[in-house]
């Protein structure tokens, strides 16, 4: 009687400390799952918008050369073009920037499936198979059924043990290396508006002082949508082609902030995971937010 | 960014000129064919293209002073990768470890069945 009163209680720990374990470590591999796919959507955003800034550069040759083509002097012909050049960001720089922001995504992509992967319920199913596999060799005396369920009980905690460990011991590692992610994003940011403030100012100046025998008044009146006589004609398109400019670079600029704006919230929900009680709603809190500024980048563009 | 002070010094001031000159090209230019013809305007032309490569070759510049600031960051990110998938195999291996086991025992049962034990 007293054996089975042990054993009672003995089964009755396991489960308990099944429950209370499984509440925490389910806790921590669902933020691991939820910072994982968030940190990809960073590292794909923030890749995408080195491309956007590279691409940006046709843009800038295209409209570089017409206006050279415009303030030249009608005397000099048009048959030989100004010399245009390419203003070209070195390429591989450029390059390098959106490999590491995809391998980034990539190394997010891995900590998701090392959280939302069930390799507790994997293991102890192959605990449990491997345990009807005795039983069913006759010659073998079955193994008592609490103590086959204990086993796959027991295999199953240490492996979530060991995920909930693992994602933790992840998350510090990506924490540090966000943290440099971040500041190489910051060092560039002034480059960044270096470029789009000289691809702006090549254009918009000179078009400005574009002389007014240059417009065909019919033609622009096909692209100007505003009302006005002919003789505003001119000033109008001018004023709408910077504002088509400047509408593109702000939302560049706005892509750069939210990435940014991301990178930090990124950083902040890895910095609350490593702490010894993290706070789950703050981290939630920082995720979210990241879902919200991609979100809107994602309607923005 | 990690700014060298002369350097940003000189970057401003070749930004200045070159604003300069885009928001005074039509009368630079109009200048120049009158008192030299063609060849006066490509001059001012090739003037101003050299200043826009002495500004993105400081552009260009930055960008490689910035990656050399984290020199190892690739390779730490395709570290962190690794480490992150190699413990992925290693949860994994638990539950292949105990298939393995599992089909030894369904060989071992089937031997005992084919020789009557």
Redesign the interface.
């Known amino acids: 009687m007293s054996q089975t009163i042990k054993r009672s209680i003995s089964a009755l720990l396991i489960a308990g400390l099944l429950i209370l374990s499984g509440c925490d470590e389910g806790a921590v591999r669902k933020l691991g799952a939820k910072i994982g796919s968030r940190g990809q959507d960073v590292g794909t955003a923030a890749a995408k918008v080195i491309a956007e800034l590279d691409e940006f550069e046709q843009v800038d040759y295209e409209q570089r050369l017409r206006v050279g083509i415009l303030v030249r002097p009608p005397a000099m012909g048009t048959e030989d073009l100004p010399i245009v050049d390419h203003n070209k960001l070195e390429q591989d720089q450029i390059t390098q920037r959106e490999k590491l922001y995809k391998q980034l995504a990539k190394a997010y992509a891995a900590l998701q499936t090392l959280s939302e992967t069930a390799f507790a319920d994997q293991s102890a199913a192959a605990v449990t198979e491997l345990n009807n596999s005795i039983n069913n060799i006759k010659a073998v005396p079955n193994i008592p059924v609490g103590v086959s369920s204990a086993l796959s009980g027991l295999t199953g905690l240490i492996v979530d043990r060991k995920q909930a460990k693992d994602i933790r011991k992840y998350s510090l590692t990506l924490a540090n290396l966000i943290k440099a992610h971040r500041a190489l994003w910051e060092s560039d940011r002034q480059i960044w508006d270096n470029y789009l403030a000289r691809i702006r100012s090549a254009y918009i100046d000179q078009l400005n002082k574009t002389e007014a025998d240059r417009f065909d008044l019919q033609q622009l009146r096909k692209i100007v949508t505003y009302p006005y006589a002919d003789s505003y004609l001119i000033n109008t398109y001018k004023a709408q082609e910077a504002a088509r400019l400047d509408s593109r670079i702000t939302e560049i600029k706005e892509h750069l902030d939210a990435v940014d704006e991301a990178f930090s919230q990124l950083e902040k929900a890895h910095k609350e995971l490593t702490e010894e009680k993290p706070s789950y709603d703050d981290i939630v809190s920082s995720l979210d937010r990241i879902v919200t500024i991609l979100g809107e980048l994602k309607t923005n563009s | 960014?990690?700014?060298d002070p002369k350097k940003d010094a000189v970057?401003e001031e070749i930004?200045e000129a070159?604003?300069a000159y885009?928001?005074?090209?039509?009368?630079l230019?109009?200048r120049a064919?009158q008192e030299g013809g063609?060849q006066a305007?490509?001059a001012v032309?090739?003037e101003y293209?050299a200043l826009?490569?002495a500004?993105?070759d400081l552009?260009?510049r930055?960008?490689?002073t910035?990656?050399a600031?984290?020199p190892n960051?690739?390779d730490?990110?395709?570290d962190?990768?690794n480490?992150?998938?190699n413990?992925?195999s290693?949860?994994?291996k638990?539950?292949?470890?105990?298939?393995a086991?599992?089909q030894t025992?369904?060989l071992?049962?089937r031997v005992?069945v084919l020789f009557g034990?």
């Open positions: 960014m990690n700014n970057l930004g070159l604003n885009e928001s005074n090209s039509v009368d230019i109009n064919f063609p305007v490509k032309e090739a293209t826009q490569h500004y993105y552009l260009n930055q960008l490689v910035n990656s600031t984290y960051l690739m730490q990110t395709i962190a990768t480490q992150i998938k413990s992925i290693g949860l994994e638990v539950a292949n470890v105990f298939k086991m599992k025992v369904d071992v049962g005992l034990v």
